[in-house]
């Protein structure tokens, strides 16, 4: 299942993110930087030892207390074939029932903007928030499709954003809920 949308700038696929052949994949990591399960330990497993070094070196430098939710940092890509990992923190949900569709909309955004500033011109996402971390799907794909939509109109320079689903039934939620068109 390949569907594309806003001029083919958006693709949906269902697949394993750590394959995608992009710039950029982001990872759905946690505020310490030093891996965990679901899709972050994939991408840690595929990508081998150099990303997580980087990963120390920056929390060591620049976020020693942290990774705050909504922000990312990026790291090379190891041993995948993505260049690069774009490491951002999705929400826990129910954790700050105020806040946490705009810091899930920042997390797609700051991805995006970091892609931009080393113009790098793919990038695939994975649905943060969506499994450890409880976010309802539906409620994902329309904030998730609304930070992408409004980003991508504003920016001219990122030609492809892939949003990599690892189950069928998962992408067939984002394609009920998306609010791309
Ligand atoms: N390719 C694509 N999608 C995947 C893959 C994969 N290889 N593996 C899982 N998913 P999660 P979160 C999907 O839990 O909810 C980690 O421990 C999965 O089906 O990876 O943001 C971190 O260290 C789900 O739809 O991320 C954090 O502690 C989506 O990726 C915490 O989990 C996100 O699920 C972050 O939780």
């Known amino acids: 299942m ?17 394959r995608e052949n992009v710039d950029a994949i982001v990872n759905a990591a946690n505020s310490s930087l030093l891996g965990g399960g679901g899709v ?12 997580l070094q980087r990963c120390r070196e920056i929390r060591k430098t620049r976020y020693p207390d942290g990774l705050p939710i909504g922000e990312a940092v990026i790291t090379s890509g190891g041993n995948l074939p993505a260049r690069y990992v774009i490491h951002t923190v999705g929400p826990i949900y129910g954790n700050d029932p105020e806040r946490e569709s705009e810091l899930l909309a920042a997390a797609y955004r700051n991805s995006l903007t970091l892609a931009v500033q080393h113009a790098l011109t793919s990038i695939a996402f994975p649905s943060i928030s969506t499994g ?8 994902a ?17 990122v030609q492809q954003v892939r949003l990599v689903f ?5 992408a067939r939620v984002f394609l009920e809920h998306h609010e791309l068109e």
């Open 132 to 139: 450890v971390y409880g976010y309802p799907k539906h409620e």
């Open 40 to 51: 972050d330990g994939a991408i840690h497993r595929a990508g081998g030892p150099q990303i």
């Open 166 to 170: 690892f189950h069928d039934a998962d």
């Open 2 to 18: 390949t569907q594309l949308f806003l001029e083919d700038r958006v693709v949906v696929v269902v697949g394993d993110l750590t």
């Open 141 to 157: 794909a329309a904030i998730s499709s609304r930070a992408i939509k409004e980003f991508l109109k504003l920016d001219q320079s």
